[in-house]
């Protein structure tokens, strides 16, 4: 059972609002932060956000139509909201779901429109399945309150489009209900409308065949909220409740081993319903504590004496060569860009490290002022290398327990006559003095606190014969072992970034995932000792009609002109449901990938699949 820590008061004195709240608040995690939206006493909603370090200033939402319960989910790479309409000044849309989308850049919330037809008795609960905003609901009616699901995909954009479901039950349901995604299924929990309130929950399949169970023994409550993370060969839920008594206190359950465990009681008392989310690999708890009426929040480690930020300090040993381990990686890992075709991630560089990231791969080129920047492709990503060194140096200093490999290309403009990159990038790294520069796989214990470079371009004039792993032979949109007369160790790469196929958009797909399979497949079966593997599962394709960005390769897409509206997968799912298809430890290598926030399971499923202690 997870253990856990009360962290205090969420909001400062003196922010706009007292971040107390009369109803349940809404939490979601996105981005590398929390987000919590709540609706204040004085009937305004306010919102502020974890950025990993401390919590903002709580702001106003802003928009006077908006009131009542709010309720948060991630689609697509983006924050929704939808508050419930219930003070309309007038017009008559009294429970009417209204439905915003966090604008990141502005830093601000944007209205989309009503969700035709949605009416709520109470919040409701936002959650991402089979390639849809799923929203789950009390239906507002003067004859019953029961549970419906509609869904919302972004097309056409930018209002997107609401389309109801079916409906979940056919009898009264109490308080609030919470949804989470657990081995493909959604599981939807709600409390019956009876004296005892018990729980009972609704699984859905991918086809969205609803099996209804019996109530969860002994369980009853006011009001919920769940979520989960699907870790290596099993799934984790939490729900967090208010018993079913005048006190308010919070219960806590874990669902583990295919069952719910017996409720934990952390002596928290709360006012309204608990909100809970899971970010990384902790539950994050939220609620309005009963003593002070101020938002406190709690959290606990999701996987017990287990994190992503110190996950190589788990590993059973150490003393073995970096190519016996499963490690995750992102690909162009600072391209945090406007251009569609540039941009690869979204968090930075710490927040990917916090993530479980040990792999980074940077594009430099140079100024005529001898100034390394990081590029993708021409598109300059406004970082130097010298800020990107000092965020490494600072996480490793506090970070002892790590390591990273790092591979730099030569990418972006020509440099200037007379400047030359490779000297440059020497000078830089031999002066922060945490990089091993030999040019064989080290163990990962002898590396731990520093940097094993991966060279991507010729070390001329550099006078030196090693000078990190030399990975020049690169091969171009293929896959296969790198040679250079002995002189290379016995690297394999999977890198077919653009599939040659242009058929239709769900070919493209399928032929990367193939490769992805098929050198996954040769990694956890190779028998062949020091060989090491790094697999790309990033790709995009511009060379046809389909013009496919990382972002769609990463997370999925529907299919241009299917009439049946079919999501197909990305890399990130399809490879975390490769993962989750073997059974016991397996060594893949380097796994990197492009927007690693979309599935934060897979560097969960990547760590996990190396023997830990």
Same mark, same amino acid.
């Given at each position: 059972m997870p253990q856990w820590k009360i962290r205090g008061l969420i909001s400062p004195s003196g922010s706009a609002g007292n971040a107390n709240t009369p109803v349940k608040p809404a939490i979601a995690s996105f981005q590398g932060g929390i987000y919590c939206l709540f609706l204040g006493q /004085?009937?305004?909603?306010?919102? *502020?956000? +974890?950025n990993g370090t401390s919590w903002a200033c709580s702001q106003i939402f802003g928009y006077p139509e908006a009131s009542g319960y709010p309720s948060l989910g991630v689609y697509d790479g983006n924050l929704h909201a939808?508050?419930?309409a219930m003070n309309s000044q007038g017009q008559h849309r009294e429970h009417d779901l209204l439905h915003y989308q966090f604008d990141v850049a502005a830093n601000k919330w944007e209205a989309l429109d009503y969700a035709p037809k949605l009416r709520s008795a109470g919040p409701a609960t936002l959650i991402e399945h089979? &390639?849809?905003?799923?929203?789950?609901y009390n239906i507002a009616d003067a004859a019953e309150t029961t549970l419906e699901m509609a869904t919302w995909t972004a097309s056409p954009r930018p209002t997107g489009t609401w389309k109801s479901q079916f409906r979940l039950? /056919?009898? +009264?349901?109490? &308080?609030?209900?919470?949804v989470f995604s657990l081995q493909k299924e959604l599981r939807v929990l709600y409390t019956s409308q009876s004296p005892i309130r018990k729980i009972k929950q609704i699984r859905l399949d991918q086809n969205w065949k609803m099996v209804e169970e019996n109530p969860l023994a002994d369980f009853s409550c006011f009001g919920l909220s769940a979520s989960s993370i699907d870790q290596y060969d099993q799934g984790l839920a939490f729900m967090v409740f208010q018993s079913n008594a005048d006190t308010g206190e919070v219960g806590i359950c874990t669902y583990s081993n295919e069952h719910w465990q017996p409720q934990q009681w952390p002596k928290i008392f709360s006012i309204s319903t608990p909100a809970i989310t899971?970010?990384?690999?902790?539950v994050v708890m939220v609620w309005n504590e009963r003593n002070t009426g101020n938002l406190a929040w709690a959290d606990a480690r999701a996987v017990a004496d287990f994190s992503l930020e110190t996950w190589m300090d788990r590993l059973r040993d150490d003393n073995q060569p970096l190519s016996s381990f499963s490690i995750p990686g992102t690909h162009e890992s600072c391209s945090i860009t406007w251009n569609p075709f540039a941009s690869c991630q979204t968090l930075s560089i710490t927040q990917q490290l916090n993530a479980g990231i040990r792999a980074l791969d940077f594009r430099l080129g140079i100024t005529e002022a001898n100034v390394l920047q990081l590029y993708h492709g021409r598109v300059f990503l406004d970082f130097t290398f010298d800020q990107i060194l000092a965020e490494m140096t600072m996480w490793l200093n506090s970070h002892q327990t790590e390591a990273l490999i790092v591979q730099i290309k030569d990418e972006g403009p020509s440099p200037p006559p007379g400047i030359n990159l490779p000297t440059e990038v020497y000078n830089k790294i031999t002066e922060a003095g945490n990089w091993v520069l030999d040019n064989t796989i080290p163990n990962l214990r002898d590396i731990k606190g520093k940097i094993q470079l991966l060279r991507r371009f010729p070390n001329l004039p550099i006078p030196k014969s090693q000078f990190g792993i030399d990975v020049t032979p690169w091969p171009d949109n293929q896959s296969g072992p790198l040679h250079k007369s002995g002189i290379v160790p016995d690297i394999w790469v999977q890198d077919l970034y653009e599939p040659l196929t242009s058929t239709s958009e769900s070919a493209i797909l399928d032929e990367k995932y193939a490769e992805i399979q098929k050198y996954l497949h040769t990694a956890r079966t190779n028998t062949t000792t020091g060989r090491w593997f790094l697999h790309y599962i990033s790709a995009q394709k511009i060379a046809s009609i389909y013009l496919m960005s990382p972002w769609k390769f990463a997370r999925g897409l529907y299919a241009f002109g299917d009439p049946s509206d079919n999501f197909l997968k990305g890399m990130n799912e399809r490879t975390l449901d490769y993962l989750r298809s073997v059974q &016991?430890?397996? *060594?893949? &290598?380097v796994i990197m990938? /492009?927007? *690693?926030?979309?599935?934060?399971?897979?560097?969960?499923?990547?760590?996990?699949?190396?023997?830990?202690?």
């Open positions: /004085d009937s305004h909603l306010y919102w *502020t956000h +974890w939808l508050i419930n089979n &390639g849809n905003l799923c929203c789950i039950n /056919d009898y +009264w349901t109490y &308080g609030e209900s919470s899971i970010a990384n690999d902790k &016991g430890p397996a *060594t893949y &290598g990938q /492009d927007f *690693t926030e979309i599935k934060p399971e897979l560097n969960m499923n990547i760590v996990r699949s190396n023997p830990l202690r």
